[in-house]
């Protein structure tokens, strides 16, 4: 069904079964004297009884759908129907039966878990007689009940997750409306989040409309809706829109090339859709069911192996976008400092770290840490929410002070030289800590100015930044309306203002579509192959691939230090022949959370 279609009368028995549907529907914007159209004549239907995945890249609408299937906005036209009730005429009615999870959450974090409960049984409805048993339920499945009396505040993302899972469910709906209910949160607890919601459907019925950035996620659901620039591009299960790139993936290795290298060489050539580093080897979607050769791929004389591979929904959402020119491809930068013929990785270590910790009264957030990082290395920092990484981070920006160890960076001591060693390293926290308030431009003119850049220097790095990361359009904007993409471009500008020697990106990508982590990622490997140093936390372990090396946190301490290969070869086993990252990353820290229990008991 495209975006324009009406209503047939051979679909209206699938209409009239639906949990809800759109007919043609549109929303616009009004932001800076002109409409900013986020939905245009969208016509869908969500089965009952189903987790349904609505996919798509920044920008594609996701989110306003959601806003007006529950009843918060209303279309500009179209109509809506959820669960029988007309939304536009009957919002309050339609709040008052569905259950819908923000991005944000929606929890109050000055009040305790119980209290959130309490909050939302309230505006509910939910009789005192049955919140009881409701409560010890959804505790009970959440894994909560020990935590009813903390704030939510003090809670880690993957519990705030649960919460405002919980909380959307406290009047148990037979719809709920979970907006990327998994960024910003560890592979563990998404892998509990989802079991959490295939119960709700298979024991309770409940429909699901999900967001997510992330693709292996639509996997998991039944059916899913593809959108793009507010227009409905697709709908359908999720394998069949794999199938149809069947013949079009394979894997390329080059031995003794640099991944980093080999990929950037491979995206360029004539036939390549797609191109992403996995482990040594890079993954290829190619235009047509056609084999790339390697006189196609590189005029070098390398040895390249080519091996088909199974194609993945991932394979498939990239493939439609950019095959049918909705997404230009990026040009890599080149950081000002950069010579073509620098190489990653160098010997001289820039980031050294001895029996680091760091404490909070008497918990300790990092306890006895050590790793070296070399010139032009990308270094993966992995954990569970609340493993330490950010607490690292801040150490080594010289943001925070260590309680014991040593810390050095770019040769300068932590301990005697923070200030000095700031003006190496640049910085890119999970929030972007951009000023809202502000433009494009004035953030730029902030943050240079407050790394000492001054008269014709600060003009020229605000050309630079401007020009390398596509914002002059957006010069004007002010920061808090940018697309979250552009926030992140801004973001990672801000932070290469000064040309720092070292670059920290701490959850860089969260809540980031495919499309945008690919552009993020180009921008990083041009900048470790100038010689750059690149320190990263993420918890999207296909991002792991693109690090050297890593290491892998749980509760302040270092459990595995290696490559992506050597962290993924430690799991390999008959009945798990290729473990990803992230077979690798749970096995890890559910191995540690089995020992405690078994230890408490």
Not at 70 to 88: C, H, T, W
Request: hydrophobic share 45%.
């Amino acid at each position: 069904m495209d975006a324009e279609s009406k209503i047939s009368p051979a679909d209206s028995r699938k209409y009239t079964e639906a949990a809800l549907t759109l007919e043609s529907v549109s929303k616009g914007f009004r932001a800076g004297g002109r409409t900013a159209q986020a939905l245009e004549r969208v016509s869908l239907a969500v089965k009952r009884g189903i987790v349904t995945g609505l996919i798509g890249p920044d920008g594609a609408g996701k989110t306003t759908l959601m806003r007006l299937v529950a009843g918060l906005l209303a279309p500009d036209e179209g109509k809506i129907v959820v669960l029988g009730i007309d939304a536009l005429s009957q919002p309050q009615h339609v709040q008052s039966i569905i259950g819908y999870m923000p991005q944000r959450f929606g929890l109050y974090e000055d009040l305790s878990v119980q209290e959130n409960l309490d909050l939302y049984a309230d505006l509910h409805a939910v009789a005192p007689v049955d919140r009881s048993s409701r409560y010890s339920d959804l505790m009970r499945m959440t894994g909560l009940t020990p935590f009813t009396t903390r704030l939510a505040g003090r809670l880690s993302g993957g519990m705030k997750q649960k919460l405002g899972l919980a909380c959307a469910l406290v009047g148990s709906p037979p719809l709920l409306l979970l907006d990327e209910p998994t960024v910003g949160v560890d592979p563990v607890s998404r892998r509990e989040l989802w079991a959490i919601i295939h119960r709700l459907v298979e024991e309770r019925g409940a429909t699901v409309l999900l967001s997510t950035a992330y693709l292996d996620e639509a996997e998991r659901c039944t059916e899913v809706i593809l959108m793009h620039s507010g227009k409905l591009l697709g709908q359908d299960d999720p394998a069949a829109f794999t199938r149809r790139i069947a013949g079009r993936t394979f894997q390329i290795f080059a031995p003794g090339i640099s991944k980093r290298v080999l990929q950037e060489r491979v995206s360029q050539a004539a036939g390549v859709l797609d191109a992403i580093i996995q482990g040594s080897r890079v993954r290829v979607v190619t235009e047509q069911p056609v084999a790339p050769t390697a006189a196609a791929l590189t005029t070098d004389n390398w040895e390249v192996t080519i091996t088909p591979v199974a194609p993945r929904f991932e394979d498939s959402f990239v493939s439609l976008l950019k095959g049918a020119g909705h997404f230009a491809q990026a040009s890599p930068i080149r950081a000002a400092n950069a010579s073509p013929g620098a190489s990653a990785a160098t010997a001289a270590d820039v980031i050294v770290v001895r029996n680091l910790s760091r404490r909070f009264g008497e918990f300790y957030a990092v306890r006895d840490v050590s790793f070296t990082v070399r010139r032009g290395e990308i270094f993966g920092l992995l954990g569970a929410n609340g493993a330490g990484k950010s607490t690292t981070f801040r150490m080594l920006c010289g943001l925070l002070p260590a309680s014991e160890g040593t810390l050095q960076v770019a040769g300068l001591d932590l301990r005697h030289a923070a200030a000095q060693a700031r003006g190496h390293v640049g910085y890119m926290a999970q929030k972007f800590s951009l000023y809202g308030d502000l433009s494009v431009l004035q953030n730029l003119c902030f943050f240079s100015s407050a790394y000492g850049l001054k008269a014709r220097h600060q003009r020229e790095r605000l050309d630079w930044a401007l020009d390398e990361f596509e914002l002059r359009p957006f010069a004007d904007a002010t920061s808090r309306d940018l697309p979250l993409g552009f926030k992140q471009r801004l973001a990672l500008a801000v932070a290469l203002m000064h040309e720092p020697d070292i670059l920290f990106l701490d959850e860089p990508t969260s809540g980031v579509d495919p499309l945008g982590r690919r552009e993020f990622w180009r921008r990083i490997n041009a900048l470790a192959q100038s010689g750059i140093t690149v320190m990263v936390t993420t918890h999207f372990m296909e991002e792991a691939e693109y690090c050297d090396r890593l290491v892998i946190m749980a509760q302040g301490r270092i459990l595995a230090e290696g490559t992506s290969e050597e962290m993924r070869a430690r799991f390999r086993s008959d009945t798990l022949p290729n473990p990803t990252m992230e077979d690798a990353f749970v096995a890890l820290i559910t191995g540690v959370e089995n020992r405690q229990a078994g230890a408490a008991a």
